[in-house]
């Protein structure tokens, strides 16, 4: 499980930012203790850092470069600063991402995960069943058969996969579909979810994807 | 500075002489002066009249054809008295000091203004940074107790945004402060961070939006650009035409010294004689008045964006059929060249 570790002076939102992330099936940990961030931030040892820029002592930019001297550490820079330069900024100082208050909670966790697995470096090539998934061809097979999927169902597919075995809401669905350029609407998605169930029975996997009423879907 | 203007303004004194010539004659008749002496001491009167009248409008017409030409060719005319030199007369002193005087005292006066539209614009610029962190909280805390009422919140909680991301850009835009990075920006990504952000609010609107050609970089600010195609965004969101499936077409295409942006929507479109003031400050127009309640400054923040950040824009409409904006971003390549 990755933990991650919140560096945010506003009480509320750390709290709250906590809580979204631990129903996401992070670990969290805060920085409450403003006096000597940088080096509680290096001795907790996250595999993640959600940092905001305006933090009590030490400029959010100063701290992040000072990390960034001891670790690899992905950061995700979280703030109300919106100008360009600041991100331009914050960037050229390693930060890995850059994202503005107040922010959509769903785009949020879309980024921490890309984030992450982009630093841990999985492979494109992972299993599911039995079954081969190619990114880069965007296709399944079982050895003897290849099917190809279309972007759409790629994409939702990798995300199920992704997060196997635990709810994922149509709403994350579709923020990684719009994330990706697809700006599908509710039907589209409802047919590209019942074509990619009817690609995976043809391969063998019949019921691979479980419909939860008001809820979402579970891939198995 | 002519000399017949001279003559017109030194009238007084010509009469003046004149009468003072008139009453010497007459003392010089009355006491029966020879006539050669008479016209000896005339003679020597006139040449210092016309000496002393060719001095002083020389002396001065230095002075006032420079005042008057620089001040003709000059821009900002409140820098005339840099551009004179000091004149050497009296009367000229005087005014040359009290356009010196007049002119520092203005300098100061503008300074006090545009300090305190700084120090406005920074409490400003503070706070909608402090404002959105309540904002933040508040989506976070929607988001965790996720049920109907959450997803309500959530769409109120982006109206708020939006309107203060708004003042946030009018105060940028008002300000002659540079603080915008152009740089190389993606305008696939721009877009999607448009269309993610207005994602609920689109999809509420059953709207389509379609994109085309737009694996294209173009110079400009990312968060200024993703600030105004939002508005774009908004306004074709606000103004649907009944009866037909909302379509929201974002493309792009290159020419041979820029890149354009086209903003197109299917929309109840804009009337004709409306078309050319959209971009004016508070102005709403017929459908402002109409459909929804329009302050008339979203469209006039965009154009004040683009012009301080050097893009083109304009607008196409026909009424109940689409309505078109297109942005012009300039190719620059001595700066690419730059940065390559």
Redesign the interface.
Known sequence: MNRIYIVED?R??RE??A??LR?SGYETDCLTDFSDSAAQILAAKADLILMDI?IPNLNGEQLLKEIRKKTDTPVIMVT??????D??LSMSYGADDYIT???????LLLRISAVLKRSSGAASVQTYSGLQVNDAKGSLSDGSRELTLTKNEMIIFRFMLDRQGSIVTRDEL??AL????E?V??NALTVNISRLRSKLAELGCEDAIETRKKQGYILR | MRFTDHVKDRLWFYLIAALSLGLMLLFLFAYRVSGQLIIFICAIFFLFIIAEEAVGFMRKRRFYSQLRSRLDKLDKKYLIHELVEKPSFFEGELIYDALCEANKSMCENVAEYKRSSADFRDFIEMWVHEIKLPVASLQLMAHNHSDELGEKFQEQLRRIDGYTDQVLYYARSENAEKDYIIKDTALKRTVANVALKNREAVQLCGACIETEGLDLTVMTDGKWLEFILGQFMANSLKYISDGREPVIKVYAEELPDRVLLHFRDNGIGIPAGDLNRVFDKSFTGENGRNYAKSTGMGLYIVKSLCDRLGHSITAESVQGEYTEFTIGFAKNEYYRMENS
């Open positions: 506003d509320s939102i709250e930012l809580e979204l129903n305006n109300s600063r919106t100008s360009e330069t991100e331009v208050k107040p922010y959509n909670p769903t785009i579709m923020t719009w994330d990706n350029d700006f609407n509710d």
